[in-house]
């Protein structure tokens, strides 16, 4: 199964500046990347995921995130916070034909005025 | 559209009780899954069903773990004997087919809590 690792477990930020949350994952072959985000007592919702094709991502809420094959990353990145991106972030993977997912630990991104 | 829902959002428990836990995923959804997500720690999978039948449950940590979905929309996750080591919250979500790769739409989850 995939394995995947965030490497901060909490990371506090100033509003409109930039944020970057670091997953590291355990195998490149075939695999698939995604970033979840939850709110206080909310689901999980997807920001973007990765398949194939071009490693850079774009996804909701002006998230974007960069596949790096060679040093098995998949860091989300947000040039401007806001107080509303206050949230747990989850890094998910993938592998092959396996529809379950392995996730990380978890993001706790803090945004303070 | 409705998302996937889940009830009851919390239900507290004694040791040793039977509890069942419901989930409605999005119309049209042929996949489902479960998922457990203990404190300060990401989702784990449990159980993934295509259609009415499970076709993975390699993640049900025992036998004191069921889960069911007989017309292949809605399941119930069924914990026997509960033990406290349980306590966690429960999420489920769904997928259009299954694939890999695909995105799944979770609920908010039902915060189980075994005294």
């Known amino acids: 199964a995939q394995s995947v690792t965030q490497l901060d477990s909490q990371v506090p930020v100033f509003e409109e500046a930039p944020v970057e949350l670091r997953c590291n994952y355990s195998s490149s072959v075939s695999v698939y990347l995604f970033w979840y985000v939850q709110y206080p007592n909310q689901g999980l919702q997807l920001l973007l995921k990765y398949l194939s094709g071009s490693t850079l991502v774009k996804g909701i809420n002006g998230f974007e995130a960069e596949f790096n094959k060679s040093q098995t990353s998949f860091h989300l990145r947000k040039p401007s916070v806001h107080i509303s991106d206050t949230a747990e972030y989850f890094c998910a993977g993938g592998r092959g034909h396996d529809y379950k997912l392995s996730f990380g630990a978890g993001t706790t991104v803090t945004v303070r005025a | 559209g409705a998302g996937v829902s889940q009830t009851p959002s919390n239900k507290v428990t004694e040791k040793g009780k039977y509890v069942e836990l419901r989930c409605d995923p999005i119309s049209g959804h042929t996949a489902l899954y479960w998922y457990r997500q203990s404190l300060g720690q990401g989702p784990e999978f449990l159980i993934y069903f295509q259609g009415t039948g499970a076709a993975d449950d390699s993640g049900l940590p025992n036998d004191r773990f069921f889960a069911v979905r007989p017309e292949g929309s809605v399941s119930t996750l069924k914990i026997q004997r509960t033990e406290r080591g349980d306590s966690a919250v429960y999420l489920c979500?769904?997928?259009?087919?299954?694939?890999?790769?695909?995105?799944?739409?979770f609920g908010p989850g039902t915060r189980l809590l075994v005294l």
């Open positions: 979500a769904s997928s259009l087919v299954g694939g890999a790769g695909e995105t799944q739409y």
